[in-house]
């Protein structure tokens, strides 16, 4: 196998037509040298340069040869670069599945633009899903990270849960409704009202999330419409189909026809968790989940 080091040496050699120069430049003396090129020529069955004791010149076979010589140890240079993004997880591809109330949130897009700054050669796939698939995604290898409201259960001991955060919840009532003209509003008032949600087979973390807040309360949501999304959620509060809680993120869907009130309700807060595959050695998910922490301490979770 013809060993890298001396096609270097052959191309530095060509590069300065100095036998002297070139053992400088290559941090050797001339005399290793001399034999790293004869040892070349030896194997590939023609003479490289024309030298004297003047002149260094290639020969028309080392013309030939010099460019397949170059093309090699560039390709060499690419993958050992390649390599070292990939060990440091600055290159690559990860798959980021999150919940769609996760999706307004400051800290979700800052993450993701400090991210892709940080690390641009690697190729960013988003999917968005409920959070009971994500664990399901993740466990199968179809997701490397998710964002998520929800906990996995006990019984999947292939993905854990990373609490970054605890985000406020509010309420989004008709602006037409006399709810809308208060400062705050208790849960035992939003619930005389329908609680529109995400559909019950979803998989919402954040239906559960309310709907335990409701059960502490000694509540029981009224039935109501459901959308698949949070925008959606929002559209049927607007046409005064029923009332939501949502996080305190959802305020940036400034929809004409919804107000956003505070929960009177202290602690009442959805989670903002990361989720991983257990053991998860991926330096890319690794550096991932680094930028959102950073995030949050910079202040900017939504």
């Known amino acids: 196998m013809m060993e890298l080091r001396r096609l270097r040496c052959f191309l530095v050699v060509s590069e300065e037509l100095h036998f002297g120069r070139a053992a400088v430049r290559l941090h050797m003396s001339q005399p290793p ?54 060990a440091t997880g600055s290159s690559g ?5 999150y919940a769609s109330s996760i999706a307004l949130s400051e800290v979700f897009s800052r993450s993701i633009q400090a991210f892709c700054t940080a690390c641009p050669d690697v190729q960013l ?9 994500q664990w399901t995604q993740l466990a199968e290898g179809r997701l490397d990270i998710g964002m998520s409201r929800m906990h ?38 939003l619930s005389e009202l329908p609680l529109i949600a995400f559909p019950p087979d979803y998989g919402s973390g954040l239906n559960e999330v309310i709907l335990g807040l409701y059960r502490r309360h000694g509540l029981t949501p009224r039935p109501a ?44 807060c959805a989670p903002l968790l990361v989720l991983t595959r257990r053991h998860e050695r991926s330096p890319l998910v690794r550096a991932f989940v680094g930028v959102i922490e950073q995030t949050l301490r910079g202040g900017l979770a939504g």
């Open 125 to 133: 796939t988003l999917e968005e899903g409920a959070s009971s698939g």
């Open 33 to 86: 040298l001399t034999r790293q090129i004869s040892a070349l020529e030896a194997e590939l069955g023609f003479r490289l340069f024309d030298r004297s004791t003047r002149n260094v010149s290639l020969t028309a076979e080392g013309q030939h040869f010099l460019p397949y010589a170059r093309s090699v140890l560039e390709q060499v240079d690419l993958t050992k670069a390649i390599s070292a993004k990939l």
């Open 152 to 189: 996995p259960p006990g019984d999947n001991p292939q993905v854990q849960a990373i609490c970054l955060d605890n985000e406020p919840l509010v309420a989004a009532v008709p602006s037409d409704s006399p709810l809308a003209r208060q400062l705050q509003v208790g849960l035992a008032e």
């Open 225 to 268: 419409p459901s959308g698949r999304q949070i925008t959606s959620i929002i559209a049927l509060v607007a046409a005064g189909r029923g009332v939501a809680v949502v996080p305190q993120c959802t305020r940036s869907l400034v929809w004409r026809g919804v107000t956003y009130l505070p929960l009177a309700e202290p602690g009442a």
């Open 93 to 97: 591809h990860l798959a980021l599945g």
